[in-house]
């Protein structure tokens, strides 16, 4: 079984300050995690994934995030946040090496203010 | 190459009635899955495709719900009768291969509206 936890339904930040949308993660398997945004009337973009290789991934647009297992977390980070990046994040779980099927979080709606 | 498309992108229907949603995934893409997204709710899973073939559909909430996909290449996805709670955004999303090392193409969605 596995499932996901997004912290935080809203996240409000000022534009050029950091960004960080927080996940947690449960999983009786090695697990996959990955974060997906959606914008507005648009699909869901894949920003980073992790598959048991490097803890810190780099996705695109500055985004990245680190792989904790300890704290079963993988928090999503921008060191300056862009008013591009207002949009819905999605932190998701699969287990590594089998079965395909997605797990996703209740999303964070991130709004960047000027 | 061109992403995955569906249509329509909104629909607006009486309970009772039937719709029809479909998924073109991109071309060579082999695998296919449906999501949905009911108000307020997270992504779930409903079904996934490999070529014309069910592979998973643990997720499909019920029998009112059918999903097709001959010849492998687009996929439907019928609700009969519809009912109130199957409002909500239906996503599809097509793979290369296995999702940890090729991720998902997702489409824009079909947000449908059960009135």
């Known amino acids: 079984a596995q499932s996901v936890t997004q912290l935080d339904s809203h996240v409000s930040v000022s534009e050029g300050t950091p960004v960080l949308l927080r996940c947690n993660y449960s999983?009786?398997?090695?697990?996959?995690l990955f974060w997906y945004v959606q914008h507005p009337n648009k699909g869901l973009q894949l920003l980073l994934k992790y598959t048991s290789a490097a803890t810190l991934v780099k996705g695109i647009n500055g985004f990245e995030a680190e792989f904790k297992k300890s704290e079963t977390s993988f928090h999503l980070t921008k060191p300056s946040a862009h008013m591009s990046d207002a949009a819905e994040y999605f932190c998701v779980v699969t287990r590594t090496g089998g079965g395909n099927k997605l797990t996703f979080g209740t999303g964070t709606q991130l709004k960047v203010e000027l | 190459e061109a992403g995955v498309t569906q249509f329509p992108s909104h629909s607006v229907i009486e309970k009772g009635q039937t719709v029809t949603l479909r998924c073109d995934p991109i071309s060579g893409h082999d695998n296919l899955y449906w999501y949905r997204r009911v108000m307020g709710k997270e992504i779930k899973f409903l079904l996934h495709?490999?070529?014309?073939?069910?592979?998973?559909e643990s997720g499909m909430p019920n029998n009112r719900f059918l999903a097709e996909r001959t010849g492998g290449t687009y996929s439907t996805l019928k609700v009969q009768p519809a009912e109130l709670e199957d409002s909500g955004v239906y996503f599809c999303?097509?793979?290369?291969?296995?999702?940890?090392?090729?991720?998902?193409?997702f489409g824009s969605g079909t947000r449908l509206t059960v009135v």
């Open positions: 495709f490999v070529k014309e073939s069910k592979q998973d």
């Open positions: 999983s009786s398997y090695s697990p996959s």
């Open positions: 999303a097509s793979s290369q291969g296995l999702t940890v090392y090729y991720g998902y193409t």
